[in-house]
């Protein structure tokens, strides 16, 4: 609570941080947010919040929030200077045009932003597709959970968590891998160690020793990479030890023999190889997960970041299938933690190259049709290009303008060198953020935009829940939310949006997309929140995927039969350690929001963790400065022995911009959607 101050009213809306989705109370007088407090009876934290959720709301009165767009009034070389909203948007919507007219809808890229609301999503999609003639959208769904939308699609059908949070609270086994819940989505974290208080066995698959591999009954600490080897030893051993449901694979799946086939090179011994962890330890972990009534499978980014990220989302799904645990009444099921606020509604928005709202394909012509015929303009045919692609389509001249919503590109995505020589090689660069971030100085046009708390809309959770986001205060002066700033640009370029206000955006969607037919504010104003899909007016929203069949052609689930590859980079004799990135407690992303609260006394700055005979052989002590390279580039950091980490490896995280961790990572991305493999860097350490 801000000291002396007593709020004056209270606005109910969902956290804009992490992908939990936790409801938030508000509480404001005339000069902004006195205090927030988790809401009470909400669905999701019933009553819990955590560090960020809380106290982490500060940066909105922050002096150096933008709040004048800024322009280059001589072009690239000259400076950024405040410019009016008509200046800037003029320009802009000329400036689009003419590349549009003249190099076609190709030559531009938008990407969106998972910290938007669904209807900023959804009008930014159909700007894209009306307005600019393109598919190149893509959101930072890219950068992290793109394997579980490709993975779980091809499993089970559709793009999301098969079953509810609440589900947890009957799991009597939780595997958890490639997550430190604990420290990025905190509530879940606190709520399986309520879990195992209780009784229930935790599995963790992590090469970290986190909070939750401390009280875990079998910690199979692997080499980053390897996680297809310890998933299908595990399959193997749930097969070979008759723990898998014969009935449940017989009727409900398809691939069983295949599946098999690729087992046989799937021993424990094999696999403790591999990862570097003990064949029994895998038995171990396969027969507390087989023999749970219960067991629910719950996972992070160290499953999807990797070159093999949708291999490894699938022979995760398999274990669940092979205890029969989807689609079943009492299942448990998978429930992937989605990093951002809104990353799952940004994809379920359609703000992807490849698919409308609703996963509905722009490759199918009947979906075009129909869209089309709604928007009155044709939906281009040709899917559009990913976010790596986009980089490399600048550095080639076919892309020549890129908008960018909501995202530090600079310090966010993999080998910052290659994303600033993209974006010196676009002609035209549009940033749209709260702060002037390190993407945003590098832009020709940067408008000023409305964080979370100052925002109207509906944000979707990790568990497909739709709730409602409310602005509690006005933007300062000046500043616009996303929504507006695309409606008046649509406006400007001679469009229609459609709709009037973020309402009228999730009726239109609603009207298009059949799995989110049933959506709209005032339902959700009355009813709290809805799972999609949720078809109709009447539908009460599905909890639980899959009761009545699995959303695939057949309606059966497809195991998957996938052979373990290893990583993109393997340590060598130049670059011995293998560097993993994640997240830290106090802090988000790229850190622009929390560091500038009081968060930031928590974690002033990053550090570079190390193990501690690690430590010793390189004579480093605590805080003594270690310059870390990799192939791309360098940094120095403060060195931090801890147990945590495993030897041979190292962590830090990327949300400092003054350690730019993402000079390092490489280019390396999943095969089948090009997710960056943050989870595995090959670096070299020397004291600096
Ligand atoms: Fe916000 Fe996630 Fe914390 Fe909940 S757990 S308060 S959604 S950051």
Avoid at 279 to 300: C, E, K, N, Q, T
Avoid at 317 to 330: E, F, M, Q, S
Avoid at 341 to 363: E, F, H, R, T
Avoid at 541 to 554: I, K
């Amino acid at each position: 609570r801000a000291a002396g101050r007593a709020e004056t009213a209270t606005t109910t809306t969902t956290c804009g941080y992490c992908g939990v989705g936790c409801a938030l109370d508000v509480h404001t007088d005339n000069a902004g947010v006195v205090s927030v407090t988790p809401t009470h009876g909400a669905p999701v934290n019933r009553g819990h919040a955590c560090v960020k959720g809380r106290f982490a709301h500060g940066f909105l009165r922050s002096g150096d929030r933008l709040t004048q767009p800024l322009i280059r009034s001589a072009g690239r070389g000259s400076p950024l200077r405040p410019a009016t909203w008509e200046e800037a948007l003029t320009l802009v919507a000329a400036e689009l045009t003419r590349i549009r007219d003249a190099h076609g809808g190709q030559a531009i890229g938008m990407i969106c932003s998972a910290r938007a609301t669904n209807e900023e999503n959804y009008l930014a999609q159909k700007f894209a597709r009306t307005m600019l003639r393109t598919n190149n959208i893509d959101n930072c769904s890219r950068l992290c959970h793109a394997p579980t939308a490709a993975g779980l699609g091809a499993s089970f059908g559709f793009a999301g968590g098969t079953n509810s949070f609440d589900d947890l609270d009957r799991a009597d086994c939780i595997l958890l891998v490639g997550a430190n819940p604990t420290e990025a989505h905190p509530v879940v974290g606190s709520r399986i160690m309520a879990r195992v208080t209780a009784g229930a066995r935790l599995l963790v698959v992590d090469p970290r020793r986190t909070a939750l591999a401390e009280v875990a009954d079998v910690h199979l600490r692997g080499r980053p990479g390897s996680n297809v080897a310890v998933f299908n030893g595990l399959a193997r051993v749930l097969l070979e030890e008759g723990y898998a449901d014969r009935a449940y694979l017989e009727a409900r799946t398809t691939g069983l023999a295949e599946l098999e086939a690729v087992l046989h090179d799937h021993n424990p011994e094999r696999v403790g190889e591999i990862a570097g962890i003990p064949a029994d330890s895998v038995r171990a972990a396969a027969r507390l997960f087989g023999r749970a009534a219960h067991p629910v499978i719950v996972y992070g980014l160290g499953v999807t970041e990797h070159l093999h990220g949708t291999d490894g989302v699938r022979t995760l799904a398999n274990l669940a299938l092979l205890r029969g645990t989807v689609g079943t009444p009492d299942g448990c099921g998978v429930l992937p933690l989605r990093g951002q606020n809104n990353v799952q509604g940004a994809s379920d928005m359609g703000a992807l190259p490849d698919v409308l709202p609703g996963y509905q394909k722009v490759a199918e012509a009947a979906v075009r049709e129909r869209f089309s015929h709604a928007w009155g303009v044709p939906v281009p045919e040709r899917p559009g290009l990913r976010i790596p692609a986009m980089f490399g389509a600048a550095l080639t001249g076919d892309l020549r303008a890129l908008y960018v919503i909501g995202e530090d590109l600079l310090t966010s995505d993999p080998d910052a060198g290659h994303v600033r020589a993209a974006l010196a090689a676009c002609e035209f660069v549009i940033s749209q953020d709260i702060f002037l971030s390190r993407t945003a100085e590098a832009a020709d046009v940067v408008f000023p935009a409305a964080a979370f708390l100052e925002k109207d809309g509906t944000f979707v959770n990790f568990e497909r829940r739709f709730q409602r986001v409310r602005a509690a205060v006005a933007p300062p002066p000046g500043v616009r939310s996303d929504f507006d700033i695309l409606h008046a640009l649509i406006t400007a370029m001679g469009g229609d949006p459609g709709f009037p206000d973020p309402a009228g955006a999730m009726s239109e969607c609603a009207r298009l997309t059949p799995v989110f037919g049933g959506i709209s504010h005032g339902r959700l104003d009355a009813e709290g929140s809805l799972q999609w899909p949720c078809p109709d007016r009447g539908h009460p929203g599905t909890p639980t995927l899959y009761l009545e069949g699995f959303a695939t052609v057949d309606r059966r689930a497809a195991l998957a039969a996938r052979p373990y590859l290893p990583p993109g980079e393997t340590p060598d004799a130049e670059y011995p350690f293998v560097l993993v990135t994640g997240r830290r407690l106090a802090h988000y992303n790229t850190g622009s929001m929390t560091r500038r609260t009081p968060n930031a006394e928590l974690l002033p700055a990053e550090t570079l963790d190390l193990a501690p005979g690690d430590a010793a052989a390189l004579g480093l002590s605590e805080g003594d400065p270690v310059e870390i390279r990799s192939r791309r580039g360098h940094l120095v950091l403060p060195a931090r022995p801890t147990a945590e980490v495993a030897p041979g490896q190292l962590f830090t995280a990327f949300h400092f911009p003054e350690a730019p961790t993402n000079e390092l990572t490489s280019r390396h991305t999943d095969e089948i959607t090009d997710c960056p493999e943050y989870k595995v860097t090959a670096v070299a350490l020397r004291r600096a």
